[in-house]
């Protein structure tokens, strides 16, 4: 469904509580749709600095005057800060019947908004499927971003009109499946950059001299492929059942980063595994291949 289709929120004062990196981006998306940006806070000076840098001339001011001043309040703090923040502003009364409240963390659905409902606002659960960078760039990565959307029933056009206008793509996720969806995206993001990272300082102890213009196409095409086709898209010496190729992996990798044995050995079980369910792998091969893997001293001797 097109923004032509949805409904245009009214032109809303916007307010940011914690000008980390996401706070300001979906700050500046919502003001190029119309909207516009009245107050923001931060504490510590990164946060200044994004303030000033990405909402230049909206002012900078204690929570409770960002509450004052907004209708549609964006709360883009830490998951663990977010339950304490919605409770002392309820508390103080900075919060206001017919007020929008908006936090973006992944973890939470709208329960952790309760006490601004109970003072009478419209809580939204907002989450932007996506790593935030801190910059102007992060503004235009927002097109076709998915968001994970939580709200009541009553609210649920305005979420995705909201979305809409930042251009995103809304998708519902329910209160309680709020924390699997946030290990799932977790799982996918953040282990891919120890995955990449790690593999970039294996080549470079290879002797790679670019080993990111190594890793570019290839981790490209991989995770396009994955996209794509799921396990189908397994390949390598673990779905193959090439148990010597495997053990010569972890000898080398004792010798040279110990540190990564353990990572190696748990992702290759769990490649074996999906291989071996999905038909991949033979099952003639797999023993060998499962032996390997269940040997924490596992070294070339298994070759």
Not at 10 to 24: E, H, I, K, S
Not at 212 to 221: F, V
Request: charged share 20%; net charge negative.
């Amino acid at each position: 469904m097109n923004s032509s289709q949805q409904p245009r929120p009214a032109r809303l004062a916007v307010g940011v509580v914690g000008a980390g990196r996401v706070g300001p981006a979906l700050a500046r998306a919502l003001q190029q749709a119309g909207h516009r940006p009245v107050a923001v806070s931060g504490v510590s000076d990164a946060s200044v600095r994004r303030a000033a840098r990405m909402l230049p001339d909206v002012p900078l001011v204690p929570p409770a005057q960002v509450l004052e001043r907004a209708e549609l309040v964006l709360l883009t703090v830490p998951d663990d800060v977010l339950p304490s923040l919605v409770e002392g502003l309820a508390e103080t009364g900075a919060i206001r019947p017919g007020q929008l409240v908006v936090h973006t963390s992944g973890r939470y659905g709208t329960a952790v908004l309760d006490p601004a409902r109970r003072a009478g606002a419209l809580p939204l659960a907002l989450h932007p499927a996506m790593t935030f960078t801190g910059t102007e760039v992060d503004v235009q990565r927002l097109a076709g971003c998915s968001f994970g959307i939580t709200a009541p029933e009553e609210l649920r056009l305005a979420a995705e009109a909201l979305v809409i206008e930042m251009g995103g793509e809304p998708e519902w996720i329910a209160e309680e499946n709020r924390p699997l969806y946030h290990a799932a995206l977790a799982l996918g993001a953040n282990h891919l950059v120890t995955l990449v990272a790690q593999s970039m300082e294996l080549l470079a102890k290879a002797g790679v001299e670019h080993p990111d213009r190594m890793l570019g196409p290839l981790l490209g095409a991989a995770l396009d492929n994955a996209l794509r086709s799921g396990d189908g898209a397994l390949t390598g010496p673990v779905a193959r059942g090439d148990a010597g190729t495997v053990a010569a992996h972890v000898s080398e990798l004792r010798r040279h980063a110990p540190g990564a044995v353990a990572g190696y050995l748990a992702m290759a079980r769990t490649t074996a595994d999906r291989a071996l369910a999905h038909g991949l792998l033979k099952p003639e091969l797999a023993e060998d291949l499962l032996g390997v893997l269940a040997d924490t001293d596992a070294d070339g001797g298994h070759q």
